[in-house]
Nanobody, 126 residues
Framework: QVQLVESGGELVQAGGSLKLSCTGS????????VGWFRQAPGKDREFVAG????????YYANSVKGRFTISRDNLKNTVYLEMNGLKPEDTAVYYC???????????????????WGQGTQVTVAS
């Protein structure tokens, strides 16, 4: 079992930056792929960014490519999502999720992930 806790979400002005953290406990995250997803009111949960177990192959949704960066520190059991150039359409609850996997390829479907955090709210004001 892995427990995930997200933090770092807050209200920010358009064009601003935030850095979200996802910290795992219970089992090491170093053998897990980790994805960030988001869900806006009335919309489906969507993939934002993901990293495989060693962080070599990050993958991004087209909507955030070039603005968001995912990274991981396996010694701290933490995965980060650095978000720059935030837009009002980035407003959502952001979730991190983990999948016990040593695959090189990051998966983007929520049902592929076994463990989820409780989410952190990101609000971007125009």
């Amino acid at each position: 079992q892995v427990q995930l806790v997200e933090s770092g979400g807050e209200l920010v002005q358009a064009g601003g930056s935030l850095k979200l953290s996802c910290t795992g406990s219970g089992r090491t995250l170093s053998i897990h792929a980790v994805g960030w997803f988001r869900q806006a009111p009335g919309k489906d949960r969507e993939f934002v960014a993901g990293t495989n177990w060693n962080g070599v192959r990050p993958y991004y949704a087209n909507s955030v490519k070039g603005r968001f960066t995912i990274s991981r520190d396996n010694l701290k059991n933490t995965v980060y999502l650095e978000m720059n150039g935030l837009k009002p359409e980035d407003t959502a609850v952001y979730y991190c999720a983990a999948e016990a996997s040593l695959r090189a390829v990051v998966r983007t479907t929520p049902t592929d992930y076994d463990y989820w955090g409780q989410g952190t709210q990101v609000t971007v004001a125009s």
